[in-house]
């Protein structure tokens, strides 16, 4: 499995893919490591509602996931989960890169322990995610899908460099709500 790059140049690399927009020296301090099965049901307990799991999962489950059906998620081929974990040692973020090693990747299903919402655990989360995604995983670039009205997680998103390259209305529906995606992308820096 892969492990987040904890050579002497890791602030190099961290900084190579932000925006500059936040300096890696406010972003809380993560390791980020292979997600491990005993965490399931940690995982699983962030979402708690069928609205909040949708904006979180998409299309990727029918209801709510049991742990069994989220291991048959974490089978398939080419998924690579990472769990962020506080300097604490507190399971606090979850995120999947999703490609084949030297092709396009696809980061998804992130997310931030709740109680932990709004205080950057997503942006240093997926500071490190890209570290991956580009020095270990050599994509080319990676998209990512966000519904439009999740604003805290597109302000991220694009403080870390992603741009929009597409707007697709009425995308998804859930219950009576048309919901609109937005697709972002970042390319992998020249110097990753």
């Known amino acids: 499995m892969l492990q987040a790059n904890k050579g002497n140049n890791s602030a190099f690399r961290q900084e190579s893919h932000l925006s500059g927009q936040v300096k890696p020296s406010a972003l809380p301090e993560l390791k980020v490591e292979p997600f491990t099965l005993s965490r399931v049901s940690r995982l699983l307990s962030w979402s708690d ?5 949708k904006l979180w999962s998409g299309n990727t489950f029918k209801g709510s996931p049991s742990q069994q059906a989220f291991i048959s998620h974490l089978n398939r081929g080419n998924l690579h989960p990472f769990a962020g974990i506080s300097q604490h040692g507190n399971f606090v973020a979850y995120g ?7 092709g396009e990747g696809i980061i998804c299903r992130v997310i931030v322990e709740p109680k932990l919402r709004g205080q950057a655990y997503g942006r240093s989360f997926c500071s490190k995610l890209l570290g991956i995604a580009f020095d270990e995983l050599s994509y080319t670039h990676l998209t990512l899908n966000a519904f439009h009205f999740n604003a805290p997680a597109i302000r991220c998103y694009k403080a870390l460099g992603f741009r929009q390259i597409a707007f697709r209305p009425k995308a998804r529906r859930f219950q009576n709500e048309d919901w609109d995606l937005v697709i972002l992308r970042k390319d ?3 110097f990753s």
């Open 49 to 53: 509602s069928e609205r909040e799991l």
């Open 188 to 190: 992998r820096p020249l």
């Open 96 to 102: 999947e890169l999703v490609g084949v090693k030297g």
